[in-house]
């Protein structure tokens, strides 16, 4: 089964009310799909995500289209960021810690992806024409429950989210799946939530592309047995 | 002549025994054993000067000749491993060069 | 296949390990930690899914499997400063983050890691071979560039170039680095010139002070204390020195492991 058909039968199963998204952090223009259209004005990551599952539609974002400079590093689009960025002071003074300390070794432990990337490329998972490095279901956190049991299923052990309440859609939902290669779970940042609109009742779900198909199957079982 | 040349080895072990403690010092009161000989060798070729005794004159040579050799496995593990600072042992080398040609030529005219 | 995670700030840092360690199928996994509170456990789970695990500050390595290198050499035979002009020439044609795989006997063997250590480069594993040598797996990195701010000295570099010839300041070189060690500064002595004949073997033994203990002592209280001990390559070799009667704990190194500790900015060197 194709990641597009995987892709529907996750919007099925799991009765999302919007598609999940399927994220690639390319290298090089030639990682980009042909058909994709770059993204006429800069907005943030976050907020592409949101375009993709809301209005379906199909893109990339190179670094010039990046508006959230903390999205961008995360997800190694902006190779040099300004110093209060790169060292976390930058949230010291947003208010977010007591201390610039606490900021500084918040930002220390952020997954980051290294290399240097391209652009993002977005679209719904039920139409990508990609292998995603991530898959975002935006949901309720009753639905992400389901989610976590199917990722579960197979192999069993227990599932670990870890988040800062900062870089939330682009380091733990992207950077942190891409770079680990395993689930995260985060409930977005202000950014996200104030810019991008994620609902009050909803919450973030990742996966690399590798998990998709135990989930399906999983989430197929699950229907049989629980309805 | 024997006097003569027992008064050159004397002032050749003393000049050694002052550029020796030099290298006593520097080298972290190493080769002991060569530095009891010399004062050996210093004493003994002083008696054998004031006293006419033939024992103690051939002492007195031998261990003038006893002196070079006893530092010649040090130093030439010195010279093959620290040949930076080679200058510093070329005074006293020197002298026990002197000493054993002087300490033989003594022995031979005697 | 490389990843590199980093588990700074979990609480249970070994469940995010052993996940990604189950869909690992070979490769290596490094991992960046906040300390030993976090190493431990990471140890424990790697050891008890039977993976080979190497700890370097507090960075944790997991060997999965097999790591294929885009590019080989060997420098086996070749001496100083030879094994790190041929590398560096491949590396340099090389994109970043690509992996060679070197092949270099024991004297090279420290340059060679020290070496590219401090042009950027990450040292992702050392093996040692059934013949002797030793296979060295590299990931190109980018040039180092590090900006003008303060760093805390924290180590200590003594060089030591007189040798046993001068008493004294062979006394000054171990002690001088037991005395760091209390100070919570890292010593690591470079033995040059003159200084090469410290690591001949038996040498030190033939020095004592009489107000101090014998000097093989001192250096053998250095070297159990985990201080690390070079001889320059070069050095020892116009001295007569080498594998065969080098001294127990000495490592023979080069000009590359020199000017990468005296390039490192943490680093005050002493000379002797």
């Known amino acids: 089964m194709d990641i597009k058909e995987l892709g529907k039968k996750l919007e099925e199963l799991l009765e999302l009310e919007y598609p999940a998204v399927g994220v690639k952090l390319a290298k090089s223009e030639?990682?980009?799909?042909?058909?994709?259209?770059?993204?006429e004005e800069p907005i943030r990551h976050c907020e592409m995500i949101q375009i993709a599952r809301k209005e379906g539609k199909k893109f990339y974002?190179?670094?010039?289209?990046?508006?959230?400079?903390?999205?961008?590093?995360?997800?190694?689009?902006?190779?040099?960021?300004?110093?209060?960025?790169?060292?976390?002071?930058?949230?010291?003074?947003?208010?977010?810690?007591?201390?610039?300390?606490?900021?500084?070794?918040?930002?220390?432990?952020?997954?980051?992806?290294?290399?240097?990337?391209?652009?993002?490329?977005?679209?719904?998972?039920?139409?990508?024409?990609?292998?995603?490095?991530?898959?975002?279901?935006?949901?309720?956190p009753k639905k992400g429950l389901r989610l976590v049991q199917a990722l579960l299923?197979?192999?069993?052990?227990?599932?670990?989210?870890?988040?800062?309440?900062?870089?939330?859609?682009?380091?733990?939902?992207?950077?942190?799946?891409?770079?680990?290669?395993?689930?995260?779970?985060?409930?977005?940042?202000?950014?996200?939530?104030?810019?991008?609109?994620?609902?009050?009742?909803?919450?973030?779900?990742?996966?690399?592309?590798?998990?998709?198909?135990?989930?399906?199957?999983?989430?197929?079982?699950?229907?049989?047995?629980?309805? | 002549m024997n006097t003569i040349i027992s008064l050159i080895s004397l002032a050749v072990l003393f000049g050694s025994m002052l550029s020796g403690f030099a290298i006593f010092r520097l080298t972290g009161m190493r080769l002991m054993p060569h530095f009891i000989v010399l004062i050996l060798a210093f004493v003994f070729t002083l008696i054998s000067m004031v006293i006419s005794n033939s024992i103690v004159f051939y002492i007195s040579i031998v261990l003038q000749i006893l002196a070079p050799i006893t530092i010649c496995g040090t130093i030439c593990n010195i010279l093959k491993t620290q040949f930076q600072n080679s200058g510093i042992y070329s005074a006293h080398l020197g002298f026990m060069g002197m000493l054993l040609i002087l300490a033989i030529g003594n022995f031979l005219i005697n | 296949m490389i990843r590199e995670i980093s588990v700074k700030g979990l609480r249970s840092p070994e469940l995010?390990?052993?996940?990604?360690?189950?869909?690992?199928?070979?490769?290596?996994?490094?991992?960046?930690?906040?300390?030993?509170?976090?190493?431990?456990?990471?140890?424990?789970?790697?050891?008890?899914?039977?993976?080979?695990?190497?700890?370097?500050?507090?960075?944790?390595?997991?060997?999965?499997?097999?790591?294929?290198?885009?590019?080989?050499?060997?420098?086996?035979?070749?001496?100083?400063?030879?094994?790190?002009?041929?590398?560096?020439?491949?590396?340099?044609?090389?994109?970043?983050?690509?992996?060679?795989?070197?092949?270099?006997?024991?004297?090279?063997?420290?340059?060679?890691?020290?070496?590219?250590k401090g042009i950027g480069h990450e040292i992702l594993s050392v093996e040692e071979l059934e013949d002797g040598n030793?296979?060295?797996?590299?990931?190109?990195?980018?040039?180092?560039?590090?900006?003008?701010?303060?760093?805390?000295?924290?180590?200590?570099?003594?060089?030591?170039t007189t040798g046993t010839g001068n008493a004294e300041r062979a006394y000054s070189t171990f002690m001088m680095a037991d005395i760091a060690q209390k100070?919570?500064?890292?010593?690591?002595?470079?033995?040059?010139?003159?200084?090469?004949?410290?690591?001949?073997?038996?040498?030190?033994?033939?020095?004592?002070?009489?107000?101090?203990?014998?000097?093989?002592?001192?250096?053998?209280?250095?070297?159990?204390?985990?201080?690390k001990i070079y001889v320059c390559e070069l050095s020892a070799e116009f001295r007569g020195i080498n594998q065969k009667n080098l001294e127990e704990g000495f490592e023979i190194a080069g000009a590359p492991t020199f000017f990468n500790y005296l390039s490192k900015p943490n680093v005050r060197p002493v000379w002797l």
């Open chain 1, 61 to 140: 974002a190179p670094l010039d289209k990046h508006s959230c400079k903390g999205g961008a590093y995360a997800i190694g689009i902006l190779q040099n960021p300004p110093e209060p960025l790169a060292t976390g002071k930058l949230y010291y003074k947003l208010g977010n810690f007591e201390t610039e300390e606490g900021a500084v070794k918040t930002v220390e432990a952020i997954p980051k992806v290294k290399e240097k990337i391209y652009a993002s490329v977005y679209a719904p998972l039920s139409d990508t024409d990609f292998d995603p490095d991530s898959i975002m279901v935006i949901s309720s």
């Open chain 1, 153 to 227: 299923y197979k192999e069993g052990g227990r599932f670990q989210a870890d988040f800062a309440g900062i870089q939330s859609l682009c380091a733990d939902a992207v950077a942190a799946v891409k770079v680990r290669g395993v689930a995260n779970a985060t409930l977005g940042c202000n950014g996200s939530r104030k810019y991008a609109h994620i609902d009050d009742g909803e919450m973030v779900f990742a996966f690399p592309s590798s998990d998709l198909e135990n989930i399906v199957k999983a989430l197929e079982h699950f229907k049989e047995i629980w309805g």
């Open chain 1, 30 to 39: 030639d990682e980009v799909p042909k058909e994709y259209e770059e993204l």
């Open chain 3, 16 to 116: 995010l390990v052993a996940s990604v360690l189950n869909k690992m199928k070979d490769g290596l996994l490094v991992i960046d930690t906040d300390g030993e509170h976090q190493i431990k456990p990471i140890k424990d789970i790697a050891s008890k899914m039977n993976y080979k695990v190497e700890v370097e500050n507090n960075t944790v390595k997991i060997h999965v499997g097999k790591i294929e290198a885009s590019k080989s050499i060997n420098v086996v035979g070749a001496t100083c400063p030879g094994p790190i002009i041929m590398v560096s020439d491949i590396l340099e044609k090389m994109e970043v983050g690509e992996l060679l795989e070197i092949i270099a006997s024991k004297n090279a063997l420290t340059d060679l890691t020290e070496g590219l």
């Open chain 3, 183 to 227: 100070m919570k500064l890292k010593p690591t002595i470079f033995l040059m010139l003159d200084g090469a004949s410290l690591a001949q073997k038996g040498e030190c033994d033939k020095v004592k002070h009489p107000v101090f203990p014998k000097l093989s002592e001192l250096v053998k209280g250095v070297l159990n204390s985990g201080v």
């Open chain 3, 134 to 160: 030793y296979k060295i797996l590299v990931k190109k990195g980018e040039k180092k560039e590090e900006g003008p701010a303060s760093v805390n000295i924290d180590e200590v570099f003594i060089i030591n």
